[in-house]
């Protein structure tokens, strides 16, 4: 028998399962893009960043909540396990990157159009669009941070461990399609906010 301490971490099975080049997109772009355009850009640059991370962070969980997420509530849980053992690992650094980057650059942009301003709360809470604008995000920083990101990371302990539940992994996966789904409905709440703030 083996020596544990022959065995790989945990934290190089999650690189590998997740692929350093697929990592270092998924993170570095997103967040390098928003560093350099919120010390150096126009406001048209963090716009866009901001744009496209939303976009894709609304689009990845859409996806899930209503293409993948019945797809795979067709499946055994063993298929299922399996299709969650190579999609959570990239979903696991990849969504809450988007989400950093969407929401941070989203009161940046804010700050900037003199839509909100920390140095005028006052003034900024008596826009209802702009108090909308705020529980959504909270509430979608809550479940991605509290529940999905958590969940993720349940899903790994299971993956790396001598005997996986493939019933827990499935039934775990199954959550996060779901709650993705629910993050999808708030982030197009949150579009419609946006729109109404800007006209």
């Known amino acids: 028998m083996a020596d544990r301490r022959d065995r790989p971490s945990t934290f190089s099975i999650i690189l590998q399962s997740a692929n350093p080049v697929f990592i270092a997109v998924a993170v570095f772009l997103p967040i390098g893009a928003l560093i350099i355009f ?16 939303g976009a894709l962070w609304t689009g990845i969980d859409l996806f899930m909540g209503f293409v993948l997420g019945p797809v795979l509530g067709s499946m055994e849980p063993k298929g299922r396990a399996d299709v969650f053992r190579r999609l959570i690992p990239k979903m696991t650094f990849l969504m809450p990157v988007l989400a950093a980057v969407t929401i941070t650059s989203g009161i940046e942009l804010s700050q900037r159009l003199g839509l909100a301003s920390f140095s005028n709360l006052s003034g900024s809470l008596s826009d209802p669009w702009i108090i909308a604008a705020a529980i959504v995000a909270a509430l979608l920083s809550i479940q991605g941070f509290g529940l999905l990101l958590p969940n993720e990371i349940r899903v790994f302990k299971q993956l790396v461990s001598d005997i996986p539940d493939i019933n827990r992994i499935s039934r775990l996966g199954m959550t996060n399609a779901k709650l993705g789904g629910l993050q999808g409905l708030f ?13």
Do not use: D, E
Request: hydrophobic fraction near 60%; avoid cysteine.
């Open 38 to 53: 919120m010390n150096t850009g126009p406001v048209s640059a963090l716009n866009y960043v901001h744009i496209m991370a």
């Open 187 to 199: 982030q197009l709440a949150i579009i419609f906010i946006m729109a109404n703030i800007r006209f």
